[in-house]
């Protein structure tokens, strides 16, 4: 099985440093609070700087396109191709 990069790497609202802190952040299910510092060197150190907590699992593993907004999201963004 391969497992393929989740559209969130190629949408516009899927944003490096919202919260300043060089994470990558989708605008439309934020972490409710920021990653800590600790947090943050932990996952930076692991290789990992995406923030997939706020992200439902049907939009990660690609169940769900997010062409529609999702019940629970923050406004009305949806996948939005970068250009």
């Not at 440093?17 to 932990?42: H, I, N, Q, R, S």
Request: net charge negative; aromatic share 10%; glycine share 10%.
């Amino acid at each position: 099985m391969q497992i393929e990069q989740p559209i969130c790497m190629k949408c516009a609202n899927f944003t490096p440093g919202l919260y300043e802190d060089g994470m990558w952040y989708c605008k439309a299910f934020p972490t409710p609070e920021p990653w800590t510092e600790e947090e943050v060197k932990e996952r930076v150190d692991g290789g990992n700087m995406l923030d997939p907590k706020g992200i439902p699992d049907e939009i990660i593993f690609g169940e769900n396109n997010h062409s529609q907004p999702l019940e629970g999201q923050v406004g009305d963004f949806v996948f939005t191709p970068i250009e």
